[in-house]
């Protein structure tokens, strides 16, 4: 049976969904593990979250392309707070919007080696806890970019598509157990996602102009949603887009 207050372990929780759903989760009992590499700023985010909602949470530095960074930090997450229950492999980026045969190595390496390998790595150190409490729930965080390629973003596309598979593979693999699997994968949303990928503040901000587009807390509820249904329901994959956004290629902008 779900635990009365599960404990959720989420990467990227330094800004944008990661956020958000430390919020909201916090707000409904859960425990938490929250992990970037802007430590400073989820380290604040534990404390707010723990005085506000009497919550435990366990804040750590991690780099989820790296194996050792992920395995300590699923570790020390595990050893705090006494198990993990749900993982949220939510790091991730794009970077750049370059056409295929322009992209450097160094954008290549740094969405394959987050939104890919990441996530596995992620996965990897956090299912053992989940088998070990009986009880799982597993949160991949895919895109619209990975049901519908677009230009300029190739290779970001290929890494949600990507995670769209892993989704996919891993529910095949732990049937039997009491692990649910679950891609939330989101349309346009505003969070620092476009200003790591286009590294200009106004650029940024154009991407939305005119738009009502998805809240962090959109995409958090979703997660909330899932999260709390009853133990038999699993639901593979949420695509939640804005009203304004009627595909990746038509999104309708006021004056
Ligand atoms: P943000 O840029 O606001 O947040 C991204 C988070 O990922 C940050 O907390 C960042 O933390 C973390 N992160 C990035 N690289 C690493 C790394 N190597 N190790 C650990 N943490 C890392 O963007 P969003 O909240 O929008 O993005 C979250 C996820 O949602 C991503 O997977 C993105 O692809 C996906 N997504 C976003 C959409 C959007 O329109 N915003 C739509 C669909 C999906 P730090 O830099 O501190 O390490
Ligand atoms: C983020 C949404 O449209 O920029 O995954 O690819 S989009």
Not at 96 to 103: A, F, I, P
Request: charged share 20%.
């Amino acid at each position: 049976m779900r635990p009365e207050h599960p404990i959720v372990l989420i990467t990227g929780a330094s800004s944008g969904f990661g956020e958000a759903m430390a919020r909201l989760l916090a707000s409904q009992g859960c425990h938490l593990a929250l992990g970037a590499r802007r430590v400073e700023r989820v380290q604040a985010l534990a404390d707010e979250l723990i005085k506000a909602h009497g919550i435990k949470a366990y804040a750590g530095a991690v780099d989820t392309r790296v194996t050792a960074s992920v395995d300590a930090f699923v570790a020390a997450a595990a050893e705090q707070l006494g198990g993990l229950h749900v993982l949220v492999a939510n790091a991730g980026l794009a970077s750049g919007t370059y056409k295929l045969w322009e992209t450097p190595d160094e954008d290549l390496e740094a969405m394959l080696r987050t939104n890919v390998e990441g996530v596995v790595k992620t996965i990897r150190a956090g299912l053992p806890h989940l088998r070990q409490a009986g009880w799982g729930h597993i949160f991949f965080i895919g895109s619209t970019a990975g049901h519908q390629p677009y230009e300029g973003g190739s290779v970001y596309c290929a890494s949600k598509f990507g995670v769209k598979a892993m989704a996919q593979s891993l529910r095949l693999e732990v049937n039997g157990e009491q692990i649910r699997v679950t891609s939330v994968d989101p349309g346009m949303a505003e969070t620092e996602f476009s200003d790591v990928r286009l590294k200009d503040r106004d650029k940024a901000k154009a991407v939305y102009q005119g738009v009502k587009a998805l809240s962090a807390y959109d995409v958090a509820e979703c997660i909330r949603w899932c999260l709390m249904l009853p133990d038999h329901v699993n639901i593979d994959e949420v695509l939640v887009k804005c009203v304004d956004q009627a595909s990746v290629h038509k999104v309708h902008r006021r004056a």
